[in-house]
């Protein structure tokens, strides 16, 4: 402020002597003049010092004023929080404020006519250069990213931005670079992307593992699938073995049948006619002591016996009269061994609607079941469907009894067990399906069905 005041007095004091010497120049030439003339030229000489001492007045306040905003102006530049540069075509620092200084780590003198590119880490000296370059060469601001090393060999990343102006002498080029520091943020991106560098490794040993599991899931669904296939082949061969085997069973049946029948119950029945011919010749008593008629009695018995079994082997009413009659007569035979059972038919099939393979199993299911309301159900009424409803024949017999439990393990043991999984085998190896419904205290309804 001293320089400024005394710069602005010898300003003063050489305007004053052109004042002077313009005076005496013109008071010269104007040559001799009365009085009033000379008092009235030093009136308005009077009138234009006070004007100038005025203006100077103002003049000075004005550069005081001036020289107090360019201090201002000096301590807003030097302790902004970020650095100021002002730098040559060639990098080189010319000015520069306390704060950029201070990132740098050095003083500002010790930075004037110092190269930029010095305080540039060696990774980021292209994109400093490009930076630059870029700069002068289209006259826009550019921004980067670089790395700047101190003084003391420590580090910092900042964002540096840069715009060119020229100035007055020789059109000089200069670069206006402000530097803000973002080393926090650097090194917090720097973490972030390390975690999720480990993340990205975790993720893909997660991956891998989970691809190796899947492989072995795979493998074993592979294998569960190979064991299902295989399963079902085996219950497809179990089925195919038992269809077999009940066809086996039922043509050894057919064959014993015959070979009771033509054989020993035919030799029984001529046993016994030959016994009663003889009765009507003889007095009716054997040497032996035996009545003939005793003889003819047992013959007889064992003839009836041996039907039974024939019958039960494999009814030949089955063979040569057909189902219908078959299971009418089973039921005859049913209430007959059975009075306390009474058996309502209502059959309303007719014999030639029945494919010849079922006819078989409709005997043998409804065998079963009329054994199982013999033996478990304590019934006293029994009721006989068999019918044909469009395209399909239904087989159902109920009965009043005491029921059970279908899902009771117990009720699958031995006896009424047996009974079910054979009726079940048979619908199931014929093609058609079966429901047996039964509940304690409210008998017993088994539902048999097929497509023809």
Same mark, same amino acid.
Request: aromatic letters at 6%; hydrophobic letters at 35%.
């Given at each position: 402020?001293?320089?400024?005041?005394? @710069?602005?007095e010898?300003?003063?004091?050489?305007? %004053?002597? %052109? +004042?002077?010497?313009?005076?005496n120049?013109r008071?010269?030439?104007?040559?001799?003049?009365?009085?009033?003339?000379?008092? =009235?030229?030093?009136?308005?000489?009077?009138?234009?010092?006070?004007e100038?001492?005025?203006?100077?007045?103002?003049?000075?306040?004005?550069?005081? #004023?001036?020289?107090?905003?360019r201090?201002?102006?000096?301590?807003?530049?030097?302790?902004?929080?970020?650095?100021?540069?002002?730098?040559?075509?060639?990098?080189?620092?010319?000015?520069?404020n306390?704060?950029?200084?201070?990132?740098?780590?050095?003083?500002?003198?010790?930075?004037?006519?110092?190269?930029?590119?010095?305080?540039?880490?060696?990774?980021?000296?292209?994109?400093?250069?490009?930076?630059r370059?870029? +700069?002068?060469?289209?006259?826009?601001?550019?921004?980067?990213?670089?790395?700047? =090393?101190?003084?003391?060999?420590?580090?910092?990343?900042?964002?540096?931005q840069? *715009?060119?102006v020229q100035?007055?002498?020789g059109?000089?080029? &200069?670069?206006?670079?402000?530097?803000?520091?973002?080393?926090?943020?650097?090194?917090?991106?720097?973490?972030?992307?390390?975690?999720?560098?480990?993340?990205e490794?975790?993720?893909?040993?997660?991956?891998?593992? $989970?691809?190796k599991?899947?492989? &072995?899931?795979y493998?074993?669904?592979?294998?569960?699938?190979?064991?299902?296939e295989?399963? @079902?082949?085996?219950?497809?061969? $179990?089925?195919?073995?038992?269809?077999?085997?009940?066809k086996?069973?039922?043509?050894? &049946?057919?064959?014993?049948?015959?070979?009771?029948?033509?054989?020993i119950?035919q030799?029984?029945?001529?046993?016994?006619?030959?016994?009663?011919? &003889?009765?009507?010749?003889?007095?009716g008593?054997?040497?032996?002591?035996?009545?003939?008629?005793?003889?003819?009695?047992?013959?007889?018995?064992?003839i009836?016996?041996? %039907?039974?079994?024939? #019958?039960?082997?494999?009814?030949?009413? $089955?063979?040569?009269?057909?189902?219908?009659?078959?299971?009418?007569?089973?039921?005859?035979?049913f /209430?007959?061994?059975?009075?306390? *059972?009474?058996?309502?038919?209502?059959?309303?099939?007719?014999?030639? /609607?029945?494919? #010849?393979?079922?006819?078989?199993?409709?005997?043998?299911? $409804?065998q079963?079941?009329?054994?199982?309301v013999?033996?478990?159900?304590e019934?006293?009424?029994?009721?006989?469907?068999?019918?044909k409803i469009?395209?399909?024949?239904?087989?159902?017999?109920?009965?009043?009894?005491?029921?059970?439990?279908?899902?009771?393990e117990?009720?699958q043991?031995?006896?009424?067990?047996?009974?079910?999984?054979?009726?079940?085998?048979?619908?199931?190896?014929?093609?058609?399906?079966?429901?047996?419904?039964?509940?304690?205290g409210?008998?017993? +309804?088994?539902?048999?069905?097929?497509?023809?």
């Amino acid at each position: 402020m001293r320089k400024t005041g005394a @710069k602005n007095e010898r300003g003063f004091k050489k305007l %004053r002597s %052109r +004042a002077e010497e313009f005076l005496n120049k013109r008071f010269a030439d104007a040559g001799p003049s009365p009085v009033e003339n000379v008092q =009235k030229l030093v009136h308005e000489l009077r009138v234009h010092q006070v004007e100038l001492e005025m203006q100077n007045e103002e003049l000075r306040n004005a550069q005081e #004023e001036l020289a107090e905003s360019r201090d201002r102006y000096f301590d807003l530049y030097d302790f902004a929080p970020i650095g100021y540069f002002t730098l040559d075509e060639k990098g080189v620092i010319l000015e520069v404020n306390l704060t950029g200084a201070d990132m740098l780590g050095s003083n500002r003198a010790g930075l004037i006519k110092k190269g930029f590119t010095r305080f540039v880490g060696p990774g980021y000296q292209d994109a400093y250069y490009s930076h630059r370059r870029q +700069a002068i060469e289209t006259g826009s601001k550019q921004v980067s990213e670089i790395e700047l =090393k101190k003084k003391d060999g420590h580090s910092l990343y900042v964002q540096i931005q840069s *715009i060119t102006v020229q100035e007055n002498e020789g059109n000089a080029i &200069r670069l206006r670079t402000v530097i803000v520091d973002i080393t926090d943020r650097k090194r917090a991106e720097m973490e972030l992307c390390e975690v999720h560098g480990q993340l990205e490794k975790k993720f893909e040993k997660r991956t891998a593992d $989970l691809l190796k599991i899947n492989a &072995r899931l795979y493998q074993e669904v592979e294998e569960r699938k190979r064991m299902e296939e295989a399963l @079902k082949a085996s219950e497809i061969e $179990l089925h195919s073995l038992t269809s077999r085997l009940l066809k086996i069973q039922e043509d050894e &049946r057919r064959a014993i049948a015959l070979d009771l029948h033509d054989t020993i119950s035919q030799n029984l029945v001529a046993i016994r006619m030959f016994v009663e011919s &003889r009765l009507r010749i003889d007095e009716g008593v054997s040497q032996s002591g035996v009545s003939l008629e005793r003889i003819y009695s047992m013959i007889g018995d064992c003839i009836a016996g041996l %039907r039974r079994i024939v #019958e039960h082997l494999r009814p030949s009413i $089955l063979d040569d009269l057909g189902v219908i009659i078959a299971v009418n007569r089973l039921c005859e035979e049913f /209430e007959e061994m059975h009075h306390e *059972i009474s058996v309502d038919r209502n059959v309303t099939v007719m014999e030639k /609607e029945i494919p #010849e393979k079922l006819k078989i199993v409709i005997y043998r299911i $409804l065998q079963e079941a009329l054994n199982n309301v013999a033996k478990h159900s304590e019934a006293s009424n029994a009721k006989i469907s068999l019918r044909k409803i469009e395209s399909r024949i239904e087989l159902a017999i109920k009965d009043d009894g005491a029921g059970f439990d279908v899902d009771d393990e117990r009720s699958q043991g031995l006896g009424k067990g047996i009974g079910l999984s054979s009726m079940k085998e048979r619908a199931f190896l014929s093609g058609g399906s079966i429901s047996i419904q039964s509940r304690k205290g409210a008998g017993t +309804a088994v539902f048999t069905s097929w497509n023809c």
